[in-house]
């Protein structure tokens, strides 16, 4: 059987699972999405296990320390994968929800219905916790899934698609309702792409070649997540402390993950007081440090910038920095170079950080707090299948709600239009 004749295959049974799940009770997918949990507790040493030949592999080919990250697995991520699992259940399903109720003056009463979007493909790169949290929100919503993960985390994503598959299975669930595609071949995603007559919705999770290609490839409606080139400005009423904790929080407590901080800008009036302390601050965690011609001759332990540097997504121990002279500046800077993922400032002034969440175009606009928070879990939705960081119906972290469409239901008494 050919790749193609394969990916049809699994799409055929994952449309028709999709019809089936549209009309689960709400009893039964929780009850899945506790058996789910409850497997991967008890099966954490397969997973452990499979992981570590992902890790070893990826090791071998000398990747990233940031990749790796991404990558691995250990008993405490199994464990909040887990909990993530729980929360999800216990969030209201959305499903049937009745959103507005209107009467006409004919009698007739017009409402909108929440239901499923139907057959939703994922793609992603090396993160397995999306196999599992991509799963559970799909479940809860009542769309069926298909999972394409990235080749690196092949052993682990199997793993975790065996133990999903089991346990929807025992709830009562359609036992197609979640697949993984095996193969690691890129042709599997070319064919995907195109099998517009079986999805409904793809969501490409990963750097920009990956969305860029699915957007740019797909002849099925495509919501961009991912992208992160997140900036934190430092207005000069900032509290330093606080800017030099939430710059290290936002640049080092995860930098492999789209929420991140990639870009500090500085305002010129206390850029000769902060500038030692944040290089001091990210020193300790050996952050490279890319800045422009005034960053420079304030500390020459920072490397010179180069344009390509205000719009890159390093996923790494790097960050770029830049002195502004202004408030407008920063803004300007950040509409220009940002992925309109998540956007920070630091400042006690009011009406700075009011113009700030105006006029910065991005799907989370923090006031004194860090970047990081952008996330499915940290918004209360229990996990996220993506952050979108465009302006359709789904913008920011991607929970039940935006993984549901809507449908207008009317009650008649006998009326027909004349």
């Not at 985390?153 to 346990?167: P, R, V, Y």
Request: with cysteine; charged share 30%.
């Amino acid at each position: 059987m050919s790749i193609r004749e394969e990916i049809i295959k699994q799409a055929e049974k994952s449309k028709i699972a999709a019809g089936q799940m549209a009309n689960i009770s709400t009893e039964k997918k929780n009850s899945a999405l506790y058996k789910i949990a409850a497997g991967l507790l008890e099966r954490s040493e397969e997973i452990l296990e499979a992981n570590k030949k992902d890790m070893e592999k990826a090791k071998n080919k000398n990747l990233s320390k940031a990749f790796l990250d991404r990558l691995s697995l250990d008993e405490n991520r199994i464990k909040g994968i887990a909990e993530g699992l729980k929360e999800v259940a216990e969030l209201a399903d959305p499903i049937g929800d009745i959103l507005e109720m209107n009467r006409r003056p004919n009698g007739l009463q017009i409402g909108k219905m929440r239901v499923p979007l139907g057959v939703i493909g994922i793609i992603y790169e090396a993160r397995p916790n999306v196999t599992v949290d991509a799963a559970a929100l799909c479940i809860k919503s009542g769309n069926s899934v298909i999972l394409r993960g990235g080749s690196s985390a092949i052993n682990s994503n199997k793993k975790l698609a065996e133990i999903i598959s089991e346990n929807i299975k025992k709830a009562g669930l359609p036992a197609k309702a979640v697949q993984l595609i095996q193969t690691t071949d890129r042709k599997a995603v070319k064919e995907l792409l195109t099998l517009n007559e079986y999805l409904d919705l793809l969501i490409p999770r990963g750097g920009a070649e990956l969305i860029n290609r699915v957007v740019n490839e797909s002849k099925i409606p495509v919501i961009q997540t991912g992208v992160g080139n997140c900036h934190i400005f430092v207005d000069e009423s900032a509290d330093l402390q606080m800017a030099a904790k939430i710059t290290e929080n936002a640049k080092t407590s995860r930098p492999a993950v789209c929420n991140a901080a990639e870009s500090l800008l500085i305002h010129e009036n206390i850029a000769e007081d902060f500038i030692p302390k944040i290089v001091k601050v990210l020193s300790k965690h050996q952050v490279e440090i890319r800045g422009d011609k005034t960053a420079v001759n304030i500390d020459d332990s920072i490397k010179d910038a180069e344009e390509s540097d205000w719009d890159k997504e390093y996923l790494d121990y790097i960050i770029s920095l830049k002195v502004v002279d202004d408030l407008e500046e920063a803004i300007n800077h950040i509409n220009k170079y940002g992925t309109r993922h998540s956007e920070a400032i630091v400042t006690e002034n009011y009406t700075n950080s009011q113009r700030f969440l105006n006029e910065v175009d991005a799907a989370a606009v923090y006031v004194n707090a860090s970047t990081r928070f952008t996330d499915g879990n940290m918004f209360g939705l229990g996990a996220e299948i993506g952050i979108s960081t465009q302006k359709m119906h789904a913008r920011g972290p991607m929970g039940l709600k935006e993984l549901t469409s809507t449908k207008y239901v009317v009650y008649g008494q006998g009326q027909r239009r004349e």
